[in-house]
């Protein structure tokens, strides 16, 4: 028998073995339902701007926090990349602990400081915390932290699934906030306290902000540097980013749990012979958001994983001076593909582009799988 044979074999028994597993697949909705999002009021974002406007006079410091093992890639480097092109903050990356920080699904990368060293250099704290969705949300060191922070006044701005953790620290308890569509009953099983709102990317209630969608981070960070640095300042950097607007209007019904969602990731998983490498040819100044995106959305086919390759085993410096660490040295393997990062290309059209080239790959269920993780509105183009 051929090796495919024992391998298709193997993949059908995994099949059978998962019947009961079936059972409730077979009862999820065949698809999302695509919705115009609803208008959000014009009141509604001038007062989540007031809420987000600085407080000081002095320039603002905004920390983003993360756990060394696994904080979600496009939460934790989309906001810094971004706040650093507007240049309208001094924005510093925290770990938990020393080391790197590894992130999902793809990169590692080294943060500037550790919770502990710049509790010892800015006693008074952060301006604003970004929290990204992370591996755990019961973590004493970032939910005493977040506490902390928050009692020095700090706004906390939980981005994705990291309003989980927001929430684990007790700061969305009685308040109006949204999260992932993937974790919100979980969210909600464990803190029945919050007000959940739905067909918006962002809600604020007094100091702290929450957002739906890994993808959420760009609109996020746009909303936060108007509100700090003015709105010509964020058309600048939206213009640089080929972002057109960055509005809360959001539809979640688009976004859910489904039959295809379930039956692509189990069909994907299971095809182990078929996974594939993409290597991604690291080099200094390189956009990170772009390859955070890129790398970000190839690793959540469940059929590919993105590296991070360099001639040496050295962090290497990205345009806005994030240092990503390379997952292997040229030379050492040979990745299956290569990842192109044509010069000039806009962070938000790499995103684009990036679903375009996954479902000429493996398919349109596999582009919509991906879309749907990184609840991007349509994953053709809207934004």
């Not at 976004?255 to 078929?274: E, S, Y």
């Not at 996954?358 to 269920?365: A, E, K, L, Q």
Request: with cysteine; proline share 6%.
């Amino acid at each position: 028998m051929s090796l495919r044979r024992i391998l298709l074999a193997i993949a059908a028994m995994a099949i059978i073995g998962l019947a009961g597993f079936g059972g409730w697949v077979a009862k999820l909705p065949p698809n999302a339902v695509a919705m115009p999002a609803p208008s959000v009021p014009a009141a509604e974002t001038d007062a989540m701007l007031s809420a987000l406007a600085p407080r000081t006079s002095t320039r603002p410091m905004i920390a983003i926090v993360g756990l060394n093992d696994a904080t979600e890639t496009t939460d934790y480097l989309l906001p810094v990349s971004i706040l650093r092109r507007a240049d309208v903050a001094d924005v510093v990356m925290l770990a938990a602990g020393p080391g790197p920080v590894r992130l999902f699904p793809a990169l590692s990368v080294e943060a500037d400081a550790t919770i502990a060293a710049f509790d010892a250099i800015h006693p008074q704290g952060a301006n604003y915390v970004i929290v990204p969705a992370m591996s755990r949300d019961d973590a004493p060191v970032i939910l005493d932290w977040l506490r902390a922070q928050s009692a020095k006044g700090a706004v906390i701005i939980g981005i994705c699934a990291g309003a989980k953790v927001v929430a684990a620290a007790g700061l969305l308890d009685g308040k109006r906030a949204t999260t992932h569509w993937y974790y919100r009953d979980e969210m909600l099983r464990r803190n029945p306290a919050i007000r959940y709102v739905t067909d918006r990317r962002i809600v604020a209630d007094g100091q702290v902000v929450t957002t739906t969608g890994i993808s959420a981070s760009i609109p996020m960070m746009l909303t936060l540097v108007e509100a700090i640095g003015g709105r010509t300042r964020a058309e600048n950097v939206a213009q640089d980013l080929g972002v057109q607007g960055w509005g809360p209007e959001h539809s979640s019904a688009a976004f859910r749990l489904t039959f295809a969602f379930a039956t692509t990731v189990l069909r994907n998983r299971l095809a182990f012979w078929k996974h594939e490498t993409f290597g991604i040819r690291m080099r200094p100044g390189m956009d990170e958001a772009t390859v955070a995106l890129v790398a970000d959305g190839w690793s959540r086919t469940y059929r590919s994983q993105a590296i991070a390759v360099a001639e040496t085993p050295q962090a290497i410096v990205t345009a806005n001076g994030i240092r990503i660490l390379p997952d292997q040295v040229a030379g050492t393997r040979s990745a299956d593909r290569w990842l192109a990062f044509p010069s000039g290309q806009a962070p938000a059209d790499a995103l684009d582009n990036m679903l375009g080239a996954i479902r000429d790959t493996y398919g349109r269920p596999t582009h919509d799988l991906v879309a749907m993780q990184l609840e991007y509105p349509t994953g053709d183009g809207a934004r």
